[in-house]
T-cell receptor, first 116, second 112 residues
Framework: EPEVTQTPSHQVTQMGQEVILRCVPI?????FYWYRQILGQKVEFLVS????????KSEIFDDQFSVERPDGSNFTLKIRSTKLEDSAMYFC??????????????FGPGTRLTVL | GNSVTQMEGPVTLSEEAFLTINCTYT??????LFWYVQYPGEGLQLLLK?????DKGSNKGFEATYRKETTSFHLEKGSVQVSDSAVYFC???????????FGPGTRLSVLP
């Protein structure tokens, strides 16, 4: 069964450094998402992406964050200058459609980001 | 805006006990409802879903019925196993294909 993959599984970085989290969505999916989960808290939406542009973003997704689909398979989340509070598990997800509310988002295993 | 409320955990049960995890939601229109499960050290996995009122989602012995009149989607399982120990997230997705809104999660521990 096709699945969403994410690399690395764990990223440790110093405060102020840039990080790039990588995702490979399911190959025929068209909509891509990033969510984050601060330890012990709920999963929060960050951004959705379709047709090479952001379709929706939350208040969390400020100018420090950016997303990109650099080629036909990868979907990346960049944090320009990490802060301690960016430490969280970051989940990528993809779906075939978004217009119908019945469509399911498939989640990757997550990247745990630790900012020191 | 849309929101999801779940019962506070953690929930600790003995093996073969009956499980209920309550979930209620607030949304305009007709959202789709989901339960996701997160096993220790892993990502989110879709457990079941229901897309319209009175639909019942089921998978791996878990069930949940979409109750529009009570805006609820409670998760149930008749006989839990140790391997069911995980965090369970109730979620909704609105009418117009927006992103998911997740509840806070309920941690379930099943003891042998």
């Amino acid at each position: 069964e096709p699945e969403v993959t994410q690399t690395p599984s764990h990223q440790v970085t110093q405060m102020g450094q840039e990080v790039i989290l990588r995702c490979v969505p399911i190959s025929n999916h068209l909509y891509f998402y990033w969510y984050r989960q601060i330890l012990g808290q709920k999963v929060e939406f960050l951004v959705s992406f379709y047709n090479n542009e952001i379709s929706e973003k939350s208040e969390i997704f400020d100018d420090q964050f950016s997303v990109e689909r650099p080629d036909g398979s990868n979907f990346t989340l960049k944090i320009r200058s990490t802060k301690l509070e960016d430490s969280a598990m970051y989940f990528c997800a993809s779906s075939l459609r978004q217009g119908r509310n019945t469509d399911t988002q498939y989640f990757g295993p997550g990247t745990r980001l630790t900012v020191l | 805006g849309n929101s999801v409320t779940q019962m506070e955990g953690p929930v600790t049960l003995s093996e073969e006990a009956f499980l209920t995890i309550n979930c209620t939601y607030t949304a305009t229109g007709y959202p789709s409802l989901f339960w996701y499960v997160q096993y220790p050290g892993e990502g989110l996995q879709l457990l079941l879903k229901a897309t319209k009122a009175d639909d019942k989602g089921s998978n791996k012995g878990f069930e949940a019925t979409y109750r529009k009149e009570t805006t609820s989607f409670h998760l149930e399982k008749g006989s839990v196993q140790v391997s069911d120990s995980a965090v369970y997230f109730c979620a909704l997705r609105g009418n117009y294909g927006q992103n998911f809104v997740f509840g806070p999660g309920t941690r379930l521990s099943v003891l042998p």
